[in-house]
């Protein structure tokens, strides 16, 4: 394996005059670098990136922490950023959090010991006092995906999650229903917090009530969508519509009421939160709140690059939610079926 000093002696230059045209951190003559570059490219040479990264504290490196690996959401998140991570001409490398705290911390450690030159963070365990604390303690920036912290505005690339649950629920409300059932999302996580603030609000400005009985929490998990609905039928607190914290638990949910002989949605409605490629093709096709996961995996991976390299951020950090009118609503404006206590449900208890 040919070494610097190989490159070197073919270009008739020193050790130094190499690593400055590897590096690119000093000024050298044209013919010089010709040279140069000639010989690395007869000889086959490829700088080693350990030894470049010490040279230029740079490691041209993005690291990336996601809840999981899987699933469509992080999916879309991971390659989408990491598109315009090579677009920018560097690379990306992605570790999961696992949900924990713990394994949060431990792979922010091991990106950090890879000397990344930014991390880019999608974490639901840590506190955003956590998370000011990382920033204070380490010279490599921070961008915050999908999460706003007020102490570290500038690095967080977001969405309003309670415009996102007050529209879903008020799209309910203009078909014409009065009784909104809410499965969240885990209310430690801020996003499930936002979205349930959200469906509350849209609530409170149409005069209706804000019925705890018709509130379950649940994991984002499409079985736990399912055992949601299984919750709520047990508590014979009647609902005509159902406002799901993200898209999976809304399949999960639809499938329960189905197995109850409920059809969604002749006698439910069901909307969803994400907008995921499966929530055009299910049947019926998914009323839900588009977020533009994709999108801001590329300002992340952007605004990641910019901070990194010291530059003025460009990066488009503030998302607004979009509803997505689908198959799984229809207006009830004349329908009896918008009535609480309709027949269908009282049999089904």
Not at 53 to 78: E, H, K, Q
Not at 85 to 91: E, F, N, Q
Not at 135 to 145: A, C, F, G, H
Not at 304 to 333: D, M
């Amino acid at each position: 394996m040919p070494t610097i000093r190989d490159v070197s002696r073919l270009a008739n230059v020193s050790v130094a005059t190499v690593s400055r045209v590897i590096n690119a951190n000093q000024p050298v003559s044209a013919d010089t670098k010709a040279r140069v570059v000639a010989a690395m490219a007869e000889l086959g040479y490829q700088p080693n990136s350990n030894a470049k990264a010490l040279a230029t504290n740079r490691s041209d490196i993005l690291g990336m922490v996601l809840g999981d690996l899987g699933g469509p959401f992080f999916g879309d998140l991971m390659a989408q950023a990491e598109e315009e991570t090579r677009r920018l001409k560097r690379h990306l490398l992605v570790t999961a959090g696992g949900h924990s705290r713990d394994i949060e911390l431990e792979a922010i450690d091991f990106l950090l010991r890879r000397q990344v030159d930014a991390l880019m963070l999608h974490v639901d365990s840590l506190t955003d006092a956590d998370l000011y604390e990382l920033s204070t303690k380490t010279d490599t920036p921070i961008v915050l995906i999908n999460r706003y912290v007020p102490d570290l505005h500038a690095h967080c690339i977001h969405v309003n999650n309670e415009v996102g649950g007050e529209l879903i629920t008020r799209h309910l409300i203009e078909q014409g229903h009065e009784a909104i059932a809410c499965i969240t999302g885990p209310l430690y996580k801020g996003d499930s917090r936002g979205r349930l603030q959200g469906y509350r609000r849209a609530l409170e400005q149409a005069g209706l009530p804000y019925v705890e009985q018709r509130v379950v929490e649940s994991d984002y998990m499409e079985a736990g969508g399912s055992e949601a609905i299984e919750r709520l039928l047990s508590r014979k607190t009647p609902f005509t519509a159902v406002v799901c914290g993200n898209d999976l638990m809304a399949f999960g949910a639809i499938r329960s009421l189905r197995l109850h002989g409920f059809s969604v949605p002749q006698d439910i409605d069901v909307t969803g939160y994400d907008d995921i490629v499966l929530s055009s093709y299910v049947e019926p096709s998914l009323t839900t709140i588009h977020v533009p996961i994709g999108a801001m995996g590329v300002q992340a991976a952007r605004l990641a690059v910019q901070l990194a390299t010291g530059q003025r951020p460009t990066a488009q950090q503030a998302f607004e939610p979009q509803l997505v009118v689908r198959g799984s609503t229809r207006s009830r404006s004349s329908d009896q079926s918008s009535q609480p206590m309709h027949s269908k449900f009282v049999q089904q208890q």
